[in-house]
């Protein structure tokens, strides 16, 4: 059974935030209840809060691409890049930095990763992390495709 689904079982929002986070393990577990448990960030409130939360985390965004240079195998999955970001999500909510640091830390985290230019993107509206990391990862395949005359992930 879908686990949204189940939740509507439960009559508050508190026991469908209980129910989810007894639902999940692992790292997903820990990035939820870090998140939950957060004093600096607006208070997950409801379900709906919740389950957007995972997504920003673990949902890879569609690219909408059009350079040739930025196409990938259908059977690639999720790569390094994008689990850097979980770990930066989690990392920037369990060490209470404030949503308006987020872009300049998510900035300053990739290129210490990569090693590499990644571009300036310190100014990105913090509000959307996960839309300056799309451009990040962009720019690295264009990047390694560049420098390596084929094209590739940017984590292999």
Known sequence: MDIRLSVNYFDSPACRLSYLASRTSGEAQNQLLTRLRSTVLESITDITGAFAYLELLYDDPELEITDPKDFLSPDEGRDGFWKY?????????????????????LHEYMQLKYGSDIGDYASFPERFPKKLAKEIYLRLLRQRFEDNDYPGHPCD
């Not at 970001?85 to 830390?105: P, T």
């Open 85 to 105: 970001f979980s770990d930066f999500i989690w990392n920037a909510v369990k060490y209470r930095f404030s949503k308006e640091q987020w872009s300049q830390k």
